[in-house]
């Protein structure tokens, strides 16, 4: 499988046998790096880290991935660079794309990180943006095949803010992988129509269900319920809204006796409020398995990277 100089901005734009291979290459690394071995693949490239949002497990992700590699990540914050302020997007893209092998982004827009793709002609990786976040699915779909030894067939609940980046990416992720997937939240926290549409088409191909409920028997047989918080980087002005809307929907031990199934297991992306989202009960039962998720982040962004930029 040759990826070399792609970029990763959308699973969108990955297809299920490429998504197979990069979560088989984080696998591998994953079982060299706690033998001690890590590579030089990204020996001599110079990695720009673009964060317009704060992160403590992508950017840490990102610059260890790196290191291991041989390469050498710059952090650039919001306030250190001139985007935003006084330069735009297309003109920092030529500029860092002159200087660096690879540049990631965390930020607003989508169409920043497209543009940046578009104008530095270097690979250009999603950090997160508003729509997609991309390498947190990677990792979560690492831990799913470490937990169940597989993907294909697995009936994976999405509960909370429906509309998010991380709804949105789980249900591209899920409709190519061949994961049933439900969207359990209020109606005015669904995606819209033409976004479900596109992966009810893509499941099409995988034979996986796509479903969207504000019902919680449709946790009835979950292998896995995951959520996220309830508001978003960027959105704080919506919390109470969100806390009123979303309180019916926390992951609490009710909820979970709920999916009829002993086995169904507990996942979080993080950082997560406990309190809101999930109990402080839910999260420290399965506290172990969501920290491999958080682990996960480091292998998964290194196969990313070594697949697009890797010598
Ligand atoms: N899950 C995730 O992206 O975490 P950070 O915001 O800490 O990077
Ligand atoms: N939906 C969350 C994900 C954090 C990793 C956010 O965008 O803040």
């Not at 790196?66 to 050498?72: A, L, M, P, Q, V």
């Not at 930020?107 to 390498?135: C, I, M, R």
């Not at 969207?183 to 088409?201: E, M, R, T, Y």
Request: proline fraction near 3%.
């Amino acid at each position: 499988m040759n990826l070399k100089g792609r970029s990763f901005l959308t699973l969108k734009d990955y297809n299920a046998n490429e998504i197979e291979y990069l979560l088989d290459l984080a696998a591998d690394l994953k079982r060299k790096k706690k033998q001690g071995i890590t590579g030089n693949s990204l020996k001599g490239k110079n990695i720009a880290l673009i964060f317009e949002k704060p992160s403590t497990r992508t950017r840490a992700a990102f610059t260890v991935a790196c290191i291991d590699e041989g390469g050498h990540p710059e952090y650039l914050g919001k306030d250190d660079i001139q985007l935003g302020h006084k330069e735009s997007i297309e003109d920092t893209a030529r500029v860092l794309g002159r200087i660096f092998d690879g540049i990631e982004f965390r930020g607003f827009k989508q169409e920043y990180v497209e543009k940046l793709a578009e104008y530095s002609g270097v690979p250009v990786w999603n950090g997160l943006t508003d729509l997609y976040h991309p390498t947190q699915i990677l990792a979560d779909f690492l831990t799913l095949k470490e937990h169940f030894d597989k993907l294909k067939g697995l009936n994976l609940v999405y509960v909370g803010d429906g509309r998010n980046n991380m709804a949105n990416s789980l249900m591209i992720g899920s409709a190519k992988m061949g994961i049933n997937f439900t969207i359990l939240a209020p109606k005015s926290l669904w995606p819209g129509q033409d976004f479900i549409d596109l992966c009810k088409n893509y499941a099409l191909d995988s034979g996986s269900r796509i479903e969207l409920s504000d019902c919680l028997d449709s946790v009835v047989g979950a292998d896995a319920i995951y959520t996220d918080v309830w508001c978003s980087m960027g959105e704080e002005e919506l919390a109470a809204e969100r806390i009123r809307l979303l309180k019916p929907y926390q992951v609490n031990a009710n909820l979970l006796s709920r999916t009829k199934k002993s086995s169904t297991i507990f996942m979080h992306c993080l950082p997560a409020v406990k309190g809101n989202e999930v109990t402080e009960e839910v999260f420290e039962q399965f506290a172990d398995l969501i920290f491999d998720q958080a682990e996960n982040r480091m292998h998964t962004i290194k196969a990313v990277m070594v697949a697009t930029l890797g010598i």
